[in-house]
Structures are given as C-alpha cells and as structure tokens.
C-alpha cells in the first residue's frame, strides 16, 4: 500500500506543479487552488508511504519521478525547450532511481 500512497503522491505533485505555472503568481484563482489541493494531497500521501519506505528511498522516487514528469509536460506542453545538458541531467536522475529501486537492499524496509 505505501508504494501506492507514493505513486498518489508523485501524480498529485506534478498536476500541482503543471497547475502552479497557470497561477500567474497566484493571482488567478482555480489554478491556485488546483495547486494548493494539489501539494496537500501529495505531502499527505508522501507522509503515509513513509511508514513503510525509508525517507530517503521515498523522497529520490517522488522527486526524481516529478522532475523527470515536469520536464516532459514542460517539454510538450509548454514548448519549453530541452538542451543536452537538460536531457543528460534527465537521464542521470532515471539512472539514479533505477539504481536505488534495483540495486539498493535499503528499498526494502
């Protein structure tokens, strides 16, 4: 069940991120609250996944996983564009995950 919060979490962190570009500084109301709502349930989620994952293990996954997402939406999107530095720095944090999740024995709680 904690690998589901954390999945919860990472999903509702990049709708909250995507929607935080929208809010123009906060001042545009429902993507605030789209963002707002959005960061709530993700900490919330990211919370219950730690009972069972360790914070470290948990935190990489979520931000890797946001960074990677944020980036492609960016990229599609927003038109935003992606350099070979962005796309190395990209590839590196999968590898990294990867590494964590197939390699490591602290995944395993």
Same mark, same amino acid.
């Given at each position: ?5 954390? #999945? =919860?979490?990472?999903? *509702?962190? @990049? +709708? &909250? ?11 545009? /109301? ?29 935190? #990489? =996954?979520?931000?890797? *996983?946001? @960074? +990677? &997402? ?11 564009? /992606? ?27």
């Amino acid at each position: 069940m904690s690998w589901l919060y954390l #999945a =919860i979490a990472i999903s *509702a962190e @990049i +709708v &909250a991120t995507t929607a935080l570009k929208a809010t123009e500084g906060f001042t545009r /109301l429902y993507p605030t609250l789209i963002t707002v709502a959005g960061y709530s349930i993700a900490f919330y989620c990211l919370s219950l996944a730690l009972r069972a994952i360790p914070v470290g293990i948990a935190y #990489a =996954i979520w931000s890797g *996983a946001g @960074i +990677v &997402a944020i980036s492609l939406i960016g990229y599609f999107v927003f038109k935003q564009h /992606l350099d070979t530095a962005a796309v190395i720095g990209i590839t590196l944090i999968v590898a990294g995950v990867l590494v964590l999740n197939v390699f490591s024995k602290s995944s395993l709680h």
